[in-house]
């Protein structure tokens, strides 16, 4: 497993509504990678070095990718890297396709791609042990909502349960918003403390999950 001393992470809260954009920097190479376009470059430009290389894109709901025109703007030799079907950002050569298992050597680090459907149709999360890059499929506290038209609750159930709860328990979270106690929680600890990632079977997420909407606080 890579040691924490081989890359840093900078969290950048801002945006729509208190997103997370993360500028994650090899400290062997100096390479700067950024996950999600989600605060005002202004934010961002006092962290940027001169090896700004790739910008994940975690999925395409607005709020994730508000920004993007300005960092190509800034940054017009920076790689986009997002879903194969995710049309909304594909610029010309600037954009990279990925899908499901495919790693991404960006300095001395390298990235695991990981297709988790569900909260959108196009959302990946990114792992790069030991932390994992969750956009909007796992918050700390709980999943993901599956509330737009290109949403699926079935899918979200099989990316979290299938997917990142068969990861090792000390994988950290870094998700796409501000909305738990604290910014960032182990696989571990949030299985703890979330009932939408106990559950029995599909039907009973189900059941958590209309609980959830019943009971839910704004900017939760």
């Known amino acids: ?13 801002g945006g729509y509504d208190k997103n997370f954009t993360y500028i ?10 950024i996950v999600d376009a989600s605060v005002e470059i202004s934010y961002i430009y006092p962290f940027i070095r001169e090896r700004l290389s790739a910008l994940l ?9 508000a ?15 997002g879903h194969t079907d995710s049309t909304q950002i594909k610029r010309g050569g600037s954009f990279r396709h990925i899908n499901h298992d495919q790693h991404l050597k960006i300095g001395e ?18 792992q790069l042990d030991p932390v994992l890059f969750t956009g909007d499929t796992v918050f700390v506290g709980r999943t993901g909502r599956v509330i737009s038209t290109k949403s699926s609750i079935k899918d979200l159930y099989d990316s979290v349960y299938n997917k990142l709860l068969t990861l090792p328990g000390n994988i950290r979270i870094y998700p796409g918003h501000d909305y738990g106690g604290k910014p ?6 949030n299985i703890k403390i979330s009932p939408l990632l106990r559950a029995k079977n599909f039907k009973d997420f ?15």
Do not use: W
């Open 1 to 13: 497993m890579k040691p924490m001393t081989d890359f840093s992470i900078r969290s950048i809260i």
């Open 24 to 33: 994650v920097t090899c400290s062997r190479t100096g390479a700067q990678v």
């Open 57 to 65: 894109v975690t999925h395409t709901h607005g709020d994730h990718i």
């Open 67 to 81: 920004y993007l025109d300005q960092y190509l703007e800034a940054f017009p030799n920076m790689m986009v890297i």
């Open 109 to 126: 680090m390298t990235f695991l791609s990981i297709y988790t459907p569900g909260h959108y149709y196009d959302s990946i999360c990114y």
């Open 184 to 189: 960032t929680i182990t696989l571990s600890e």
């Open 206 to 220: 189900q059941h958590k999950m209309d609980e959830y909407e019943r009971n839910r606080k704004p900017g939760s």
